[in-house]
């Protein structure tokens, strides 16, 4: 063989053996880490509770538009363990609605305290509990979930299972960044166990995106003149959960009631929305009327009018995050809606 060939010979077994090689590499493409973060913040929140039990129709638009959250209200862990959603159609009905509105929608799970020990107990009960969660979040095309378990407590160890069980489901939400995760918690005005339940390492590692903070109920059957939701409360809430508890204002959100209670009486068949009070003769700058209802003859309703949902307003856009309301269909429907008094005041377009 001649030099010339030789060289010939050697550069194509070169070239082959190079090919081979290139075709030969099977080594499988390093997996792409996904990320494990909350989705993106969107200014400050309005949110609105709708409970499956209000016709959709009653709720017009605009009241959609002045909320860019509206809670889905609930689904419910049963005492079997079951994640029970009522009616998927209703459901469907408010999202069509939220999503017209350009509001997103969560959907908000409740259940007995016993109910909700009990599952959260255990990990297989976690684990249970986030897959039947997830799986209504997808299925129906939601924006994120609230949790509303009232009130795991540290008198029970609920307070540690808690905790688990929100910081898994946090991974679940915000895997790939996709979901947002809330929570419904405790006016934060009374010291003890359901008050210690709610723990740091929830805001501080990120786990959660906001708190919607129930600042209302703190009513008494006993007690006369009490008033269950005034501005002071407000003010004590945001004060413990911001200051003293160090949760971020970015993740606050200030709950307001859209009814009223009365105090030092039952509160069966004596609580009235917002507009039903109005409609038997309360005075919408009040926080308080004079009402007959259910048996009950002129008795004293403490509720929170425009005034006082304007200063609350002012309140969360200097130290907080947001409004909540407690409910929809609750408020007037026209130029004394306390929606429309929280969105002016905070100048949300709607």
């Known amino acids: 063989m001649t030099k010339q060939l ?79 959603l009522g009616n998927s159609t209703h459901l469907l009905e408010v999202k069509t609605k939220a999503k017209a509105n350009n509001a997103k929608i969560f959907l908000s799970i409740n259940g ?3 109910d909700f020990k009990t599952l959260a107990s255990s990990a297989t009960g976690r684990t249970s509990l986030i897959t039947q969660t997830m799986n ?27 905790t688990a069980l929100m910081k898994q489901l946090s991974d679940s939400c915000h895997t790939g960044s996709k979901y947002y995760l809330t929570a419904a918690i405790t006016a934060g005005k009374y010291s003890g166990g359901i008050r210690d339940a709610i723990k740091s390492e929830l805001w501080q590692g990120n786990y959660v995106d906001w708190f919607n903070i129930m600042s209302y109920d703190d009513f008494s059957t006993t007690v006369p003149y009490k008033q269950h939701c005034d501005y002071t409360l407000a003010t004590v809430s945001l004060n413990y959960w911001l200051t003293t ?52 003859t002129n008795y004293t309703i403490y509720y929170n009018g425009l005034a006082t949902v304007k200063k609350k307003a002012i309140l969360a856009k200097q130290t907080a995050n947001g409004i909540m309301l407690w409910e929809k269909s609750h408020d007037a429907h026209d130029n004394n809606s306390l929606l429309k008094a929280v969105c002016d005041t905070v100048g949300r377009a709607y």
Not at 15 to 33: E, F, M, R
Not at 259 to 267: A, C, E, L, V
């Open 245 to 296: 508890r160090g949760m971020p204002s970015s993740k606050a959100v200030l709950g307001i009631a859209g009814y009223g209670r009365p105090s030092g009486i039952t509160q069966t068949n004596t609580i009235l929305s917002y507009s039903d009070i109005l409609s038997r003769g309360g005075n919408p700058q009040s926080d308080s009327a004079v009402v007959t209802n259910g048996g009950f």
């Open 136 to 162: 209504l979040v997808r299925t129906y095309g939601l924006d994120g979930v609230d949790m509303d378990w009232e009130f795991p407590t540290t008198a029970d160890g609920t307070d540690l299972t808690y």
């Open 6 to 84: 030789r060289y010939l010979f050697f550069a194509s077994m070169l070239i082959t053996l190079a090919y081979s090689c290139k075709k030969s590499d099977t080594t499988p493409t390093p997996p792409v880490n996904t990320v494990i973060a909350p989705p993106p913040a969107f200014g400050f929140y309005v949110v609105g509770y709708f409970p499956s039990y209000r016709t959709v129709a009653s709720v017009p638009d605009i009241k959609f538009r002045m909320c860019n959250v509206i809670n889905y209200a609930f689904a419910t862990v049963n005492a079997s363990g079951n994640l029970v």
């Open 112 to 114: 007995a305290a016993a």
